[in-house]
């Protein structure tokens, strides 16, 4: 099984859209054990969103699509709703 997630740290007003097959340790990473990449700059992160898929390939087209710029704006609009 595959999450599509959503992080958004709301110290820096960012959002980070990726997938995984492992979602707990995949976080532990962003928000504590990471040392070197992206999201280690804004850190805590708080995740807000999930989509889970048995097929990698159905995860990865997702992850894609979330990247545009309509799925950004359906992330944000989960966001302001919190």
Avoid: C
């Amino acid at each position: 099984m595959f999450t599509v997630y959503v992080l958004y740290s709301a110290n820096y007003k960012k959002i980070y859209i990726g997938f995984t097959s492992d979602l707990s340790q995949r976080l532990l990473s962003h928000n504590e054990l990471g040392k070197k990449g992206w999201t280690i700059k804004f850190r805590p992160w708080q995740l807000v969103h999930t989509e889970t898929f048995q097929e990698k390939a159905d995860a990865m087209k997702r992850e894609k699509e979330l990247k545009t710029a309509t799925g950004r704006n359906f992330i944000w609009s989960i966001i302001k709703a919190m």
